[in-house]
């Protein structure tokens, strides 16, 4: 059987390693494992704009291949293994690492290994890490440590970590801050984002500040970073040993790049705040009944943005960027659980009519 010529069709986006080429770590000689990831959606909410005076998008990054944003840095950290010649892969991951890093092995044909809270992990994300094919642990512990047991397992044995610890994982998620401005012709005036193990405000930062230097963009944004009220030990100040929240992609009580955070909010002039469950229950179903279905972590951006237009804290007039990290396919237990049951009906045109006030 003979193999079609390569190359995408002309106007097919081409993943973040190519669209970004010059401004990621790669070489000629990396080979690109990549599922088209990025290119993700930035959408303009009117509703959300008239509520807080200000021009405010969401910028969908459930819409990846994987359905988060992991993908954006995965494609990066597993073209990175291939070339170094790697045969395995390892993360720790509350569902979405772990779904992103079991799809990306297993189109560079690597060995993929995920340690995961026992019986904390939704079905779908559950469903998207073994339908690859990869290895699932269950650690008798939380994500802390999890992660604490996949470092370990990284350093002694020939085994790539694929974290956001894994620097590359970080350059690929920056491009996600060039989409924003690049969308937008400017950078947003704030940019909020959910905040788990903080890798994801950590490569925002990076991106707006390369941006920046090479005066792409004249100012960058305030970054405002947040955590759940259960699981916030960054404004606690203190690791928080059992962390809880219905969010659990951050659901996290010892964050990795918890210094790079604080100073991407302090450098930029924002902060870290955080939310309650309530808060980011509420987002989550306006976010719905404007047709963005994402997960419950991912309604913390909007939740935040709200809390601070309460606050007094977001003047009007500015734009603004709300980053929805996951799409909530994955995770559907508090869709299911806010909304009423189907109603049974026979198969009659008329009586479905009259069901449905017709
Ligand atoms: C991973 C993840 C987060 C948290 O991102 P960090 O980089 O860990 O701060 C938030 N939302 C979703 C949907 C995620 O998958």
Redesign the pocket.
């Known amino acids: 059987m003979s193999v079609p010529p390569r190359g995408a069709a002309p106007h097919q986006w081409r993943g973040v390693v190519e669209e970004y080429r010059e401004r990621l770590p790669v070489s000629d000689a990396t080979p690109v494992i990549s599922l088209g990831e990025g290119g993700t959606p930035l959408v303009r909410s009117d509703p959300l704009s008239v509520e807080t005076g200000c021009d405010v998008w969401l910028k969908y990054?459930?819409a990846n291949p994987t359905?988060?944003?992991?993908d954006r840095g995965m494609t990066l950290a597993i073209s990175k293994a291939v070339e170094e010649r790697a045969k395995a892969v390892v993360c720790a991951s509350?569902?979405?690492?772990s779904a992103s890093a079991a799809a990306y092995a297993a189109r560079a044909g690597l060995t993929c290994a995920v340690l995961v809270p026992k019986g904390k992990v939704a079905l779908g994300k559950m469903a998207a890490t073994l339908v690859h094919g990869a290895r699932m642990l269950e650690v008798d512990g939380n994500f802390d440590a999890s992660l604490n047991v996949a470092r370990d397992l990284a350093d002694r044995f020939r085994v790539t970590l694929v974290n956001?610890v894994n620097p590359f994982r970080l350059e690929g998620?920056k491009t996600a801050a060039f989409e924003i401005c690049d969308a937008l012709g400017r950078a947003p005036d704030i940019h909020c984002?959910?905040?788990?193990?903080?890798?994801?405000?950590?490569?925002h930062w990076m991106g707006y500040s390369e941006y920046l230097i090479d005066s792409v963009i004249p100012e960058p944004p305030q970054l405002f970073?947040f955590q759940a009220a259960g699981a916030a030990p960054i404004v606690k100040g203190e690791p928080i040993a059992d962390p809880q929240t219905i969010?659990t992609?951050?659901r996290?009580g010892n964050?990795?790049?918890w210094e790079k955070?604080v100073a991407a909010a302090s450098a930029s002039e924002g902060a870290i705040g955080s939310v309650t469950d309530r808060q980011i229950l509420a987002a989550y179903r306006r976010l719905a009944r404007e047709g963005l279905f994402?997960?419950p972590?991912?309604a913390?951006s909007v939740a935040g943005m709200l809390q601070l237009h309460a606050d007094g804290r977001l003047p009007a007039g500015r734009t603004v960027v709300c980053v929805?990290?996951?799409?909530g396919l994955k995770d559907t237990e508090w869709a299911i659980a806010g909304a009423a049951p189907p109603v049974t009906v026979p198969a009659d045109a008329d009586t479905v009519a009259a069901e449905l006030g017709l």
């Open positions: 990054d459930g359905g988060s944003f992991k509350t569902g979405n690492t956001s998620q984002v959910p905040v788990g193990n903080a890798g994801n405000i950590s490569s970073g969010a992609a951050i996290i964050p990795a790049s955070a994402v997960e972590a991912s913390a929805l990290t996951g799409h």
